[in-house]
């Protein structure tokens, strides 16, 4: 068992997940927070557990968990920047490895399911990566966006992460639909 005043410091660290803002907003016009984000992400493919027989739910949820817990120290960097994707990783594991000190057994658990899901070859992480994405563009939908919002980026955001499997397809082209609906809606 690992050290319980280790193993609280740790959570109470996560709270700074609640207070790291993403580059979306919610309906009510706030910005969307990282700990808000990865939440829905856990339930949004835990609803979807049963379209995916062969699949290891438990490592998808905990996959949806440990996702972007970098971004505790780290941030959110939006996709439209481009960050350096080793850059970005590089970033991301060191304050991994900062939430987890003296952790050692949480660490390697973490670590091992984060670098799962950034490799993006098991069909786990190519589910996670893919929900994650149509998360993202969810919460654009039903944002208040500013003016200029890029729905046209959004569209082609993560686009290909979809297309090998027929359920999260037909999600795709669900949320694809609302997109081009909101980008007509926000020009006039």
């Known amino acids: 068992m690992e050290d319980v005043e280790k193993v609280l410091g740790f959570v109470k660290e996560l709270e700074r997940l609640k207070d790291a803002e993403r580059t979306a907003w919610t309906g009510n016009g706030r910005r969307e927070s990282v700990a808000e984000h990865t939440f829905r992400l856990a339930l949004f493919a835990f609803a979807l557990a049963e379209d995916f027989p062969g699949i290891q739910m438990d490592r ?16 959110d960097i939006s996709a ?43 069909r786990e992480a190519m589910l996670v990566k893919a929900l994650d994405k149509m998360e993202t563009i969810l919460q654009h939908n039903q944002g208040k966006n500013p003016p200029g919002f890029d729905y046209q980026f959004i569209l082609s955001y993560g686009k290909g992460l979809a297309g090998w499997h027929p359920v999260l397809k037909a999600i795709r082209k669900q949320i694809d639909k609302e997109t081009r609906k909101n980008a007509v809606n926000h020009l006039a």
């Open 80 to 122: 439209v920047v481009g960050e350096d994707r080793e850059k970005k990783l590089q970033r991301e594991r060191l304050a991994i490895e900062k939430l987890t000190v003296g952790l050692p057994e949480l660490r390697s658990k973490i670590l091992s399911l984060w670098e799962e899901y950034n490799r993006g070859e098991s």
């Open 60 to 75: 998808v949820i905990l996959m949806c968990l440990v996702h972007d817990l970098g971004e505790a120290y780290a941030g």
